[in-house]
C-alpha cells in the first residue's frame, strides 16, 4: 500500500489546500463504504473539502467513486431512453408524481430513485406512501420488472445503491457540512446516475422555501452538476426555478398526492403545470423523442388530455401495491379529522405566502420531519392556499388547515396567518421558471 492512500494523509493534503489524486479519492470513498476509515477521519476530510472545496476533476471522481460504491442499475435491455429528473427539493413540490406518468406516457421510461422528506421539504416517497399500500421498497429486478411493464418506476433507495453517500450524508448532517457544492454534487449525481437513466433534468431551486435560498449559490449548483453529469457522459441540463411561496395550493403528504390528480387531469395550478412543462419539455428533448421544444411541449399536453398520463399514473400504483381507486376516487386517501378554514383578515390582494412558513407550519402539523426517524402524518397539512397576486374579500379562506390535533391546529393556524401577507396592490411575482443551464 502506497504511504498516500493513509487517512491522514489524504486529510492533511487537503487541509493544506492540495488536489487529491482519484486514487486517494477511492481510497476515502472505500473507506466509507467497507468502514475501514473511522468516523474522525471520514469528518475530518468532509470539513477539509468543505472548507477546501474540490477542483471539477475532484469533483467528477468523487462522484463517480461514490456511484460505483454500490451496484449500477443495468437498464440497457429496456429499449426505451431512459430520463429522470431530480428536484433539490421545495415545499409543497409534488411535480415528480405527475411528471413521470406525464413523461412516461410520451414513450420515455422514467426510472427514478428518490428521497424522503428531511427538514422542511416533503419528500416524493412519503407522498407515495401517503396511497394505502404503495410499495416504495422494490428490489432491484422488481423495479427492473415495474420500468419494462409501465415505463416508470419510483422508488427509493436501496441499500444496493451508492452506500457511500448513505454514510456521508449522514456524517455530513452532524458535522455541518451539507452546505458544500462538490459534496452535493457528488451525493445527488453518485444516487441518480446509479440509477440506469441515459438523460437527466434538475430541477434547482432558490428562495425562501429552497435548500439554497440564494439565487447565485443555486446557480453555481446547478452549472458544478450539469458540468460534472456531462462530463460523466450523462447529458444534463437544469432549470433554475424560484421557490418564493409553496409550489402548488397543497402542502402535505396525501393532500400532494390529490394535488397531482388534478394536474393528470387537467386540473392542476398554473405555477405547477409551468414547472412541470419546463422540466418535461427538457426530458424529452434530451431524451431525442422530440426535436423541438413546442413538440414536446404539445406531447405533454396530449397526454393530460388523452388520459393516457393518468392511466400510467394508474398503473403504477397498482404495479407498486398501492389502491388505484384512489385515482378515481381521492376521498381514499388519508383525510384529516380536522379542516379548518383560516379567513382572510380583510380584503385586498395576497402580496406573499412565505414558503418557509408554510412548511414549517404543516411540520407542526406532522406532515413533515424534523429528525430523519420520525413518523408522519401522511393526512395533515395545508390545503387551497391562495396565491401570491390573487384577490380576496374579507372572510375568504387564505387556505384550508387538515390536523388530526386540535393543540397543532392552533399552532399552525397562527404561523399561517402570519405566512400570508395582503396588501392593497397585487404582488410582484419573480418568473417562475428563471433560466436554463445546459
Ligand atoms: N440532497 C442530496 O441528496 N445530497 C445532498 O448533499 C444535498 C441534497
Redesign the pocket.
Known sequence: MSPTVFPQHIIARKRDGGVLTTAEIQAFVRGATDGSWADYQLSALLMAIFLRGMTPAETAALTEAMMRSGVVADLSALRRPKADKHS??GVGDKVSLHLAPMVAACGVAVPMIS?RGLGHTGGTLDKLESIPGFRVNLTLPEYRAQLERDGLALIGQTAELAPA?KKL?AL?DVTAT?E?IP??????LS?KLAEGIDVLVLDVKFGRGA?MADKARARELARALVAVATAMGKPTRAVLTAMEEPLGRAVGNALEVAESLDCLRGRGPADTMEVTYALGEQMLLLAGTVKTQAEARRQLEASITQGTALGKFRALVAGQGGDPRIVDDPSRLPQARLQVPLAAPRAGFVQGVDAMDVALAALRLGAGRAKAAAAIDPAVGVGGLVKVGEKIAAGAPLAVIHANDAGALAEATAMLARAIVIGDTPGMTPPLVDELIG
Open positions: 433539490t427539493g428521497g453517500d450524508y455530513r451539507v458544500c459534496l452535493i454534487c457528488a451525493s445527488i444516487k435548500f
